[in-house]
């Protein structure tokens, strides 16, 4: 009997961990993706303005399913599209390539060569069970080009799903959308396309 209470006991601490843990969960994350190694390529102080445009229809990044329980959604701590055009502003800069922001009013338009980066889709589910969760990513985006009457669109698609015991935690969701991200905008920076059409 004391074996059986001991085990009722541990499942009904667990089970308690698990709700306070819920109560607590943030509201927003901190997504930071981090370039390490900057793909060697060369613009030779090329000039190009970017635009990145976020078409979900919801902005919320993580969205937490439990049976019987309220959906538990979740923003990133800043815009989306604020994040992705400052890290690939600052990795195109360090590649030469310089980067303003869209000017309606540039008399040179002809000639710029413009970027638009369309974020299509970037969200993670989780399903939250009694004693594991799943996790599964999927971010997409559009990059579109333009040049005069010339345009090149390509799109980059970046999608997994992982495991877990017990409940999935707020750093491993940031840590996995943010690895994510970075492999997504490191295809980006590295798209042989791209590096063609914008030198």
Request: aromatic content about 6%; proline content about 2%; hydrophobic content about 35%.
């Amino acid at each position: 009997m004391s074996v059986n209470n001991n085990f009722t006991t541990s499942l009904f601490l667990l089970f308690t961990l698990a709700l306070s843990a819920c109560s607590s969960t943030p509201s927003h994350l901190i997504i930071e993706p981090n370039i390490l190694n900057t793909p060697s390529t060369n613009y030779n102080n090329k000039t190009a303005q970017l635009e990145v445009i976020d078409m979900r229809t919801a902005r919320h990044i993580v969205q937490i399913s439990q049976e019987n329980e309220a959906v538990i959604l979740l923003s990133a701590e800043k815009r989306l599209e604020n994040t992705i055009q400052n890290v690939l502003t600052s990795q195109w800069k360090k590649q030469n390539l310089l980067i303003n922001h869209t000017d309606t009013n540039n008399t040179d338009m002809k000639n710029t060569k413009k970027i638009h980066i369309i974020i299509e889709k970037a969200l993670t589910r989780v399903s939250q069970y009694t004693l594991n969760y799943q996790i599964k990513t999927e971010i997409i985006i559009k990059v579109r080009i333009t040049h005069g009457l010339q345009t090149q669109t390509t799109t980059f698609k970046n999608t997994g799903t992982s495991k877990g015991a017990l409940q999935a935690g707020i750093a491993d969701l940031e840590y996995d959308f943010n690895q994510r991200l970075t492999g997504l905008l490191t295809q980006v920076l590295t798209n042989h396309k791209i590096h063609s059409f914008l030198k």
